[in-house]
């Protein structure tokens, strides 16, 4: 059992590299150095030229940032790594939610400190040489150590309670750690724009002016709060623009990039406005928490099947069972189910964007939604061309071609 295992999880580890580097070089593949004739109208020639060097600077990055990681883990795991921390753990602590708790804390602290020089490479440099990065040294390193500190107290408690459901509980396992999941997503869906963005990022009404005014006859006649409509200062990180939608019932809310309010014209921030309102009015955060609950109770009842099994933590070089051994063992083996559902997630998303743009097109004009998705994708130097099965691995929006071919169907 414990070989079959030890080689499942190298035959995983290996071919999920492939698979994410052969998607990789696909894209490669529609590089061109010359503007492509499809995208004639939205790049110029030199915006073109600079996307593709965008395109390639990142591509390169994460090659070496991929591999890098996949060598990590790879080694990790074939040198008994795991089973040896959680060893040095167990010699120390006897409490066993402590043993998880610690250990992850350890292997979060790990991971931290092997990307963060990614992170700060992604950041002040290839963001920087585009012309994208706005953010401060200070504000990054801030950035960083409330991700954590927040990480840690989040992550700490829910780990905290699940591990205590793992230990007393049996089969019904799954049951009980769902329970605790679906509590903690509504309340983070309700509460997550009033604790959490609000640590990192200020949140204003929309000030006075033209654009209040034509956003407020839209929402009007639209149906949605002006009061539930906010402006986010992106701009004090990165020069990209960005809108989106979240929340439930009386605490939901659209976002709008304070750089987007910059970017687009009047009309086209009212489309994009009226993209956001058609997810509101499709219930797509509804549907969207209700599949991620289904996927998670999936996930959680096989867990419960088979993660008492002692190999699960004998593959990983420990003699002793524990919690948090087989979460890693199985979330490596689980790895082929949850590519699977990665797809179908993304292909609902795609669906809801499609959803959304019809909204907009339909209240709003399809035409002042088509020019803003242009103009937000010339600015943010979007990759106009992926390789087809990329996008459908990838992809949570459909491309801006196909986005754009949708709205000149409606008119
Ligand atoms: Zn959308």
Redesign the pocket.
């Given at each position: 059992m414990v070989v079959i295992l030890y080689y499942s999880i190298l035959l995983i580890l290996i071919a999920n590299f492939i698979i994410e580097r052969w998607l990789d070089y696909l894209n490669t593949t529609k590089w061109s150095s010359v503007l492509p004739e499809e995208l004639k109208g939205i790049y110029n020639e030199e915006k073109y030229l600079k996307s593709m060097d965008y395109e390639k600077a990142k591509h390169n990055f994460s090659i070496i940032s991929e591999s890098l990681g996949f060598l990590t883990i790879f080694t990790l795991f074939a040198s008994g790594s795991f089973g040896w921390l959680d060893g040095l753990i167990r010699s120390r602590v006897d409490n066993p939610i402590f043993v998880t708790l610690i250990f992850f804390a350890s292997m979060a602290l790990i991971t931290e400190f092997l990307s963060f020089p990614f992170k700060w490479y992604d950041t002040f440099v290839i963001e920087e040489k585009f012309g994208f990065n706005k953010t401060t040294k200070t504000l990054f390193l801030a950035d960083q150590f409330k991700g954590l500190v927040i990480g840690a107290i989040i992550g700490g408690v829910i780990l905290y309670l699940i591990t205590w459901i793992y230990l007393i509980t049996g089969a019904l396992f799954w049951l009980y750690a769902l329970g605790v999941i679906a509590i903690f997503s509504v309340f983070m869906l309700l509460f997550y724009s009033n604790i959490i963005v609000p640590l990192f990022n200020k949140q204003t009404p929309l000030p006075d002016g033209e654009l209040k005014e034509a956003i407020t006859a839209f929402s009007l006649k639209a149906g949605f709060l002006l009061d539930n409509i906010f402006v986010i200062d992106g701009s004090k990180r990165s020069t990209k623009a960005n809108a989106y939608f979240t929340g439930l019932g009386s605490k939901k809310r659209i976002v709008l990039y304070d750089t987007l309010i910059k970017e687009l014209t009047t009309s086209e921030i009212v489309a994009v406005l009226a993209?956001e309102i058609g997810?509101y009015k499709k219930r797509h955060v509804y549907s969207g928490l209700f599949f991620s609950l289904i996927t998670t109770a999936i996930m959680l009842y096989i867990f419960a099947l088979v993660s008492r099994n002692t190999a699960f933590a004998e593959v990983l070089g420990s003699k002793v069972p524990a919690f948090h051994l087989s979460i890693i063992s199985f979330g490596i083996l689980y790895t082929p189910l949850s590519l699977i559902f990665g797809l179908l997630l993304n292909f609902l998303s795609r669906r809801n964007?499609y959803q959304?743009d019809h909204f907009a097109a339909e209240k709003y004009g399809p035409e002042h939604l088509a020019s803003a998705l242009k103009n937000l994708s010339v600015s943010n130097l979007s990759n106009l061309t992926p390789h087809p099965i990329y996008v459908f691995f990838h992809y949570s929006h459909p491309t801006l071609l196909q986005r754009l071919k949708k709205l000149a169907e409606i008119k």
């Open positions: 993209h997810h964007e959304a």
